[in-house]
């Protein structure tokens, strides 16, 4: 068995800020009318947190997990607004996307801030998705392994036993939203830079950036990628199901 097939897929949706009552119960509702479609491959939806009761409550004993898109650093205390890892697990909560580039860009998270988000969501029994990956402008310039290096750094100072308990995800920031998308030899060749530095074999790193049904076959044939963090397309059951399968 080859470690690219020993590293089991995972695709995992990103609602991001949408969403409503009628519509996750349609949404969910149909991604569980093919269950076959998950077999080989982790699902999970990471939705926004007022709707996470909702969504493990529909998703209860099927194949699909459910996750959340950020996590607080602190347990508990004085912090309006703030929602730690434990409350997350107490609502059915087994994932969390820690780092995404919208948190780093619009809320200047740093590295060590995600570092420290992926040590608390660990405690609380959370598997977090820590999301790396550059601006256009440091690709341009050749700066890109660089970059994501940097950002890695504080997550590599963990530990192994830490990093064979996360799961990473490669998003370019000039193809998240865009219709852009990294080649999938840019993106194996960035997977496998990560790969080696982070010295881990059986680290999963999934991609993220405009990933769609049409390209998502592409990408997982790469021997580094090991599935999806799937924004929009995320959104369409039918859309999300085919990239699953793909």
């Known amino acids: 068995m080859s470690v690219h097939s020993s590293r089991k897929r ?25 269950p076959d479609a998950q077999a080989d491959c982790d699902v999970l939806v990471c939705v926004p947190y007022v709707y996470l009761p909702q969504a493990a409550d529909i998703l209860k004993g099927s194949a699909i997990a459910v996750g959340a898109q950020d996590v607080s650093v602190h347990a508990k205390g004085a912090y309006t607004g703030e929602i730690s890892a434990a409350m997350l697990a107490d609502v059915g909560c087994r994932w969390v996307i820690v780092g995404h580039s919208e948190r780093r860009q619009y809320h200047q998270e740093s590295s060590a801030q995600v570092a420290a988000k992926v040590v608390a969501a660990l405690d609380a029994g959370l598997t977090p ?47 998240i939203g865009t219709g852009l998308t990294a080649t999938p030899e840019q993106a194996q060749q960035m997977h496998q830079q990560i790969r080696a530095y982070m010295e881990l074999d059986q680290l999963r790193i999934l991609y993220g950036g405009s990933v769609k049904a049409d390209n998502a076959a592409e990408l997982f044939a790469m021997p580094d990628i090991d599935g999806a963090l799937v924004g929009g397309a995320s959104l369409d059951a039918q859309e999300f199901l085919r990239i699953v399968a793909a």
């Open 129 to 175: 998705i820590v999301c790396i990956g550059e601006q256009l402008a440091d690709r341009e310039t050749g700066q890109e392994t660089c970059v994501v290096q940097d950002q890695l750094e504080p997550i590599k100072a963990l530990g192994a036993e830490v990093l064979s308990k996360l799961v990473l995800a490669y998003e370019p920031v000039w193809a």
């Open 10 to 34: 995972l695709v995992a949706g990103n609602w991001k800020l949408n969403g409503s009552l009628d519509g996750n119960s349609r949404l969910l509702q149909e991604l569980l009318v093919q």
